[in-house]
Nanobody
């Protein structure tokens, strides 16, 4: 069983910054990747940023140059620094952890979500 604890989020004006953090805990053999997804009202959940083992990062085109993902593998944490926020960044942000648990490889675990609202 793996649990994800998210923190951060909130209300910010356009152009402002927020930082999201997520910590994984529980029983797992290894973590393959951690990342952030978001879901706006009426839209599908989409990838925001992902960081895999070795520090390989992937970003959505819409956030490149504004968001930075980082990971502390020793502490099993991932953070998302969001700068130059825009109203279209408003969404519920979900932490994701892809881990090897017991005999299952590549199991996806999700956080409960944290609201990010950017006012214009």
């Amino acid at each position: 069983q793996v649990q994800l604890a998210e923190s951060g989020g909130g209300l910010v004006q356009a152009g402002g910054s927020l930082r999201l953090s997520c910590a994984a805990s529980g029983s797992f053999r290894s973590i393959n990747a951690m990342g952030w997804y978001r879901q706006a009202p009426g839209k599908q959940r989409e990838l925001v940023a992902l960081i895999a083992n070795g520090g390989v990062t992937t970003y959505a085109d819409s956030v490149k140059g504004r968001f930075t993902i980082s990971r502390d593998s020793a502490k099993n944490t991932v953070s998302l620094q969001m700068n130059s926020l825009k109203p279209e960044d408003t969404a519920v942000y979900y932490c994701n952890c892809n881990a090897d648990i017991d005999s299952v490889y590549g199991y996806d675990v999700w956080g409960q979500g944290t609201q990010v609202t950017v006012s214009s």
